[in-house]
């Protein structure tokens, strides 16, 4: 089993920055992906940004030119970076890593969530 550990969220004011952190842990034999998704209240879950194992990125609308996504591969654990927070950004923010297990057989893992909450 694959679990992932999640830390960075918390309370900001607008304008200001945080950035969260994602570790996976457990067997598995290749990561594939690594990324974010968020779900505000009364809203869907959302693609925020993730990155590929050679360091492809794709970020939301809403995130590009604020958000920034980066791995460390050794330490299996991705980060992103957010950068001029507004209150629209609040929401729990959720981890995602997909790969294959050692059975070679794919998976997906998501973190429990850490609540990033933008207000003054």
């Known amino acids: 089993q694959v679990e992932l550990a999640e830390s960075g969220g918390g309370l900001v004011q607008p304008g200001g920055s945080l950035r969260l952190s994602c570790t996976a842990s457990?067997?598995?034999?290749?990561?594939?992906?690594m990324g974010w998704y968020r779900q505000a209240a009364g809203k869907e879950r959302e693609l925020v940004a993730r990155?590929?194992?050679?360091?492809?990125?794709e970020y939301a609308d809403s995130a590009k030119g604020r958000f920034t996504i980066s791995k460390d591969s050794a330490l299996k654990t991705v980060y992103l970076r957010m950068d001029s927070l507004t209150p629209e950004d609040t929401a729990v923010y959720y981890c995602?890593?997909?790969?294959?297990?050692?059975?070679?057989?794919?998976?997906?893992?998501w973190g429990q969530g850490t609540q990033v909450t933008v207000s003054s």
């Open positions: 995602n890593v997909v790969g294959y297990d050692t059975n070679f057989r794919s998976f997906a893992a």
């Open positions: 457990g067997s598995m034999f290749s990561i594939n992906a």
């Open positions: 990155i590929i194992t050679y360091g492809s990125t």
